[in-house]
């Protein structure tokens, strides 16, 4: 299999007199949705024919920069344990541990206090004032608070640490519980499973798959009957000399853009909020034992720090809280990264883990989760919205590194089938959160609606 996967600037027209599903976003979900309609049994590369359109780069957002724990008690339980088994068989298939970082591994969760313990020298620079942190609990909903003491149930609480996380100081440890062991919880490198996977369908496809950069700017409807028949996107290979919209047709389209839905579709109650992370080479490269770590740690007399740890193969991740300063740009590309924010993450672990203290940063990075603001659900949306041919998989909040293989299975098998056939996604319909149809003007060029 090929090491880069080969994208279009324009269409190849080979979508022509065949079903055309176009799946707009090249994230993880994107990348789960077009393997699974691959390999679904229905799937004739005769007969269909499948077009990712991605503004920037495949897993350029959250798909590339998450944690990538995956724990069977996730939300939302409708397709969790469906994406747990899913995730194991892909890596028995395809030999996760070794492509993509897969292994299963303990979750514990620490309180302590480090509010005593000095910050370890760094890079000085100004401080940048920092808006009001948040935060995405793991049942979905954003939080301006510390974090819950109830995220799921622990085990017996201790002030010992297990034996063979000894690169975490046991003695600013007050309280470490379990919360998921490896029967429960695994692991995924987020960036190296959704390029492998995409190569993999692009592979298995036998032509029918084709990835086109292009930047969707709306769905295009019959102004006939409401349905959508399409998307307008602009040209973002540089290699493309078009500047101006293109108009493609589809039988079906599906967004999968994360927190990007709502520039497409305006009325979707889905947003983003910013999540920076770093990765850590550890001291010379001393072996970090298999943990994931959910932390708040007191840091001065009323405050308090939560950031959450993933030990990697070769590496270490840590993600901090939330914050909603800045709105989602246009692409992943545009994401702003704040280096104090990550610097300040550093100084953080340093506190607890002499391991990381005297190791050093390898990534400084920013994404955007995807957070459904409706009180009633936590999300994600899967599945047919009320206008005919246009779907939604998004709002996945910090999930959706886990439930990807799942949401995938479905949406091929509604796509395909007409229906959910391997979990029930009733709660989760996108019409019973918001209206996707818009009103035409009578007065528009029917041009842009018949022609399509």
């Not at 808006?131 to 608070?145: D, F, I, Y």
């Not at 989760?428 to 996707?436: E, I, K, V």
Request: hydrophobic letters at 35%.
């Amino acid at each position: 299999m090929s090491d880069y996967l080969k994208f279009n600037s324009l269409p190849s027209g080979k979508h022509e007199g065949k079903h055309h599903i176009i799946i707009v976003g090249a994230g993880i979900i994107g990348v789960c949705t077009a393997y699974f309609i691959i390999k679904h049994p229905k799937f004739d590369p005769e007969k269909y024919h499948v077009t990712i359109l991605e503004s920037k780069r495949v897993a350029g957002g959250a798909s590339g920069k998450a944690g990538g724990l995956l724990a069977l008690w996730a939300f939302p339980q409708q397709i969790v344990p469906l994406s747990f088994r899913l995730h194991q068989e892909l890596s028995d298939m395809y030999n996760g541990g070794q492509e993509w970082g897969y292994r299963r591994l303990t979750t514990v969760s620490l309180e302590g206090d480090i509010s005593h313990v000095p910050d370890h020298p760094s890079d000085e620079e100004d401080e940048v004032p920092q808006p009001k942190a948040q935060r995405v609990t793991k049942e979905g909903k954003v939080e301006t608070k510390r974090p819950s003491k109830n995220l799921r149930t622990r085990s017996a609480r201790t002030n010992k640490l297990p034996a063979d996380l000894n690169w975490i100081s046991s003695e600013v440890i007050t309280e470490c519980s379990t919360l998921g062991g490896t029967d429960t919880t695994a692991q995924v490198h987020p960036y190296k499973f959704t390029n492998f996977i995409l190569k993999k369908a692009v592979e298995d496809a036998n032509g029918s798959l084709e990835i086109v950069l292009g930047k969707v700017e709306e769905i295009v409807y019959s102004m006939e009957n409401g349905t959508a028949t399409g998307v307008k996107f602009t040209p973002t290979s540089m290699k493309s000399e078009f500047d101006e919209p293109i108009e493609l047709k589809g039988d079906q389209i599906v967004l999968s853009v994360g927190p990007w839905t709502s520039k497409i579709l305006p009325d979707c109650p889905i947003s983003g909020l910013r999540a920076h992370s770093i990765t850590i080479a550890p001291f010379e490269d001393q072996p970090v034992s298999p943990y994931a770590i959910f932390t708040e740690f007191k840091n001065g007399p009323t405050s308090f720090t939560s950031p959450e740890i993933y030990a990697r193969q070769d590496e270490v991740y840590v993600c901090g809280e939330g914050d909603s300063a800045v709105d989602v740009p246009e692409t992943t590309d545009d994401v702003e990264v704040v280096k104090s924010k990550c610097d300040d993450l550093f100084r953080q672990v340093g506190k607890f883990s002499p391991n990381l203290r005297k190791g050093h940063i390898l990534k400084r990075q920013a994404c955007y989760l995807p957070i459904l603001n409706v009180p009633s659900s936590s999300g994600p949306l899967i599945g047919e919205t009320n206008v005919d041919k246009l779907y939604i998989c998004s709002g996945h909040s910090c999930w959706g590194i886990n439930n990807a293989p799942g949401t995938g299975k479905i949406m091929s098998e509604v796509l395909l089938d007409g229906k959910a056939k391997s979990a029930n996604i009733s709660s989760l319909n996108p019409s019973l959160y918001f209206d996707a149809s818009i009103l035409v003007d009578a007065s528009d060029n029917d041009e842009n609606y018949d022609s399509v």
